[in-house]
């Protein structure tokens, strides 16, 4: 069973910077692709970025230029660099990867933007 371990999330002024950490279980190449997703209150989940473990990254458009995925294959880690962030980027941020058309998923991780 694959394990998703996400952390980084927290308070954070307009504006500001976080980055967040999802650790899986095993190693990052067997999966297809990995993924971060955030969830606002009622709502679906909705897909952020993709990244594949050769780097190759797809960005939701409202978050192109301020989020950047990266991946630590050596630490099977995938890497949310959130920048200039705004109120409405505020939502539970969730860790996806796919192995054999099979979703796994972390435990999520609140991201707040407020003054």
């Known amino acids: 069973q694959v394990q998703l371990v996400e952390s980084g999330g927290g308070l954070v002024q307009p504006g500001g910077s976080l980055r967040l950490s999802c650790a899986a279980s095993?190693?990052?190449?067997?999966?297809?692709?990995m993924a971060w997703y955030r969830q606002y209150p009622g709502s679906q989940r909705i897909r952020v970025a993709t990244?594949?473990?050769?780097?190759?990254?797809h960005y939701l458009d409202s978050v192109k230029g301020r989020f950047t995925s990266s991946v630590d294959t050596a630490k099977n880690t995938v890497y949310l660099q959130m920048n200039s962030l705004r109120t409405e980027d505020t939502a539970v941020y969730f860790c996806?990867?796919?192995?054999?058309?099979?979703?796994?998923w972390g435990q999520g991780t609140q991201v707040t933007v407020s003054s």
């Open positions: 996806n990867a796919n192995k054999f058309s099979t979703n796994y």
């Open positions: 990244i594949t473990a050769g780097g190759s990254t």
């Open positions: 095993e190693s990052i190449f067997a999966f297809y692709y």
